[in-house]
C-alpha cells in the first residue's frame, strides 16, 4: 500500500498522532480511538495491524499489554517524496506572510492615526 493510502483514513491518522507523542499501549489507543470514531475495539486493532505491517507503527510486548510506537521511518520517505513540491506551498505561505504583515501594518496605521514605520512628529512645547 503506498503510504497516502494508509495516511488517507482518518483513523490510522489520529493513531500516528497519538502515537507520535510516544509509545501507547494498544489499550490506551483504543480507548481514544473508540471515544473519538465510535468503533468497535476489533476495529481499532485492524487499523493498528494495518499500520505495523505497513511499517508506520512498530509493537512490542511488555507483559500481557502490547505497546505501539510509530516507526519514523516510512514518514521520513513520505517527507522526501513531498519536498519536490514544497515549492508549491512554501511560495504561498511567504505571500501569506507579507500579507499578514501587511494587515498589522494598516492596524497599527488604524489606530494610531499614522503611516506604520513612520516615526511620530515631536510635538511643540506649547501644544496640549
Do not use: C, K
Not at 36 to 44: A, C, L, R, T, Y
Not at 62 to 75: H, I, K, M, S
Not at 86 to 115: K, P, V
Request: proline letters at 5%; a positive charge; glycine letters at 10%.
Amino acid at each position: 500500500m503506498h503510504a497516502f493510502d494508509i495516511l488517507g483514513d482518518p483513523v490510522r491518522r489520529r493513531i500516528i498522532e497519538l502515537l507520535a507523542d510516544g509509545e501507547l499501549s494498544a489499550g490506551e489507543v483504543g480507548a481514544v480511538v473508540q471515544r473519538e470514531f465510535g468503533i468497535s475495539q476489533p476495529g481499532v486493532s485492524q487499523h493498528l495491524r494495518v499500520l505495523r505491517e505497513n511499517g508506520f507503527a512498530t509493537v512490542r510486548p511488555q507483559g500481557t499489554r502490547r505497546l505501539y510506537a510509530v516507526d519514523p521511518a516510512p514518514l521520513q520517505e513520505l517527507d522526501r517524496w513531498l519536498e519536490r513540491y514544497r515549492r508549491f506551498w512554501n511560495q504561498r505561505l511567504d505571500a501569506l506572510g507579507t500579507e499578514i504583515a501587511r494587515g498589522r501594518a494598516r492596524s497599527t496605521e488604524d489606530r494610531t492615526g499614522r503611516s506604520a514605520g513612520r516615526r511620530p512628529r515631536p510635538r511643540a512645547a506649547d501644544e496640549g
